[in-house]
């Protein structure tokens, strides 16, 4: 606790056949809750890390703030979005 920490995800991936009907969007609604959660019980995270493997999911995690930061060791991108701290 009070320790700051990173979240790295590694592609959020929904099937074709349920694309476009909100599903990566309640995933990332998903993830807003369990940061929050983790902050309830002491936990910062301060920054989250995305390797993005589409332009699909660059679009999403774009839209959600998140800003190139480097190409990967195996051709995918990098994001990054800084998170709000306690102080």
Known sequence: PGEEHSLYFSSIVVH??????????????ALDVLVAELRRCGILIVRELA?????????IVTGRGYRFVG???????????TCLTMA
Do not use: Y
């Open 16 to 29: 074709p056949d349920f694309r476009r009907m909100g599903v990566s969007r309640l995933l990332q609604s």
């Open 51 to 59: 390797d993005v493997l589409s332009d699909g999911g660059e679009r």
């Open 71 to 81: 190409m990967s060791g195996h051709g995918t991108k990098i994001m990054e979005k």
